[in-house]
């Protein structure tokens, strides 16, 4: 990653962090909070008790608490200061552990993780590099999950077409979004096994609240719909190292 590019990813991390807490990540209306709750469960659903957890961009931490309460020993890393002292004043639990760390020269040693899990941090990195860090600090047979901004979604096209709309949606300069096929070969390629990359989510964070239920209902359809479920709002990726 480019010296500018990690400055660039600093500084949107300080201005996240000034602004009102969760509203930045859109998890505050009640169609997010419902977003939030389902993404908690995809994660907490990855881990069991014991397990060494590194969180990649935990951000201000707001999933952070849910894998705490897996009774999982968590480490939750994010390049930005101001975000990390964001989560260390949400999440005071004594199994997690928040550092300042650069995706792409992790200090831990090979094989320390039993997981990786991130929400919506891929997007903002350059992945060859990350993915080459991501599977060394991985146990063998251990698996990853993370979950994406899918760059066939029409409203992601719309919020990364241009320098205004990145700064009205609120977007780093550098971030961009995944294309499924593009990732599952990527993680082929660095050694990962068992890849898959599915559609995940067609819940809007706007959706009028009367309206979630039935949104809900038929965006589980939309998931499983060929062609239709090529433009969901998220990508749900997860593998094992060899």
């Known amino acids: 990653m480019s010296k500018t590019r990690i400055g660039n990813e600093i500084e949107h ?3 996240l962090a000034g602004l009102d807490n969760g509203n930045f990540w859109y998890w505050t209306s009640p169609a997010g909070q419902e977003r939030l709750k389902r993404r ?12 060494n957890v590194l969180e990649l961009g935990c951000g201000s931490g707001d999933f952070t608490k849910s894998l705490a309460e897996t009774k999982t020993r968590v480490t939750a890393v994010d390049i930005s200061p101001d975000l990390i002292a964001s989560a260390r004043k949400k999440v005071p639990d004594a199994n997690v552990t928040f550092k300042v760390e650069n995706a792409y020269e992790l200090n831990y040693a090979d094989h320390t993780f039993d997981a990786v899990i991130g929400n919506s941090i891929l997007h903002h990195l350059e992945m060859d590099q990350a993915f080459k860090e991501i599977y060394r600090v991985l146990k063998p047979g251990k698996g990853i999950c993370f979950i994406e901004p899918n760059m066939l979604n029409p409203l992601q096209i719309i ?7 990145r700064k009205i949606f609120r977007h ?3 971030e ?9 070969k990527m993680l082929e390629a660095h050694g990962f096994e068992n890849v898959r990359v599915a559609p995940f989510d067609f819940l809007h ?3 009028p609240k009367c ?14 719909t060929p062609l239709l479920r090529e433009i969901s709002g998220s990508l749900l990726i997860t593998a094992n190292k060899e």
């Open 13 to 15: 991390g300080k201005y």
């Open 40 to 51: 908690r469960q995809v994660f907490a659903a990855q881990l069991t008790a014991g397990m």
């Open 159 to 165: 919020e990364l077409s241009t320098l205004y709309t």
């Open 172 to 174: 780093s300069p550098d």
């Open 176 to 184: 961009t979004a995944i294309v499924r096929w593009k990732m599952k």
């Open 205 to 207: 964070p706007n959706t």
């Open 211 to 224: 309206l979630i239920p039935l949104v809900r209902k038929l965006g589980f359809i939309a998931e499983k």
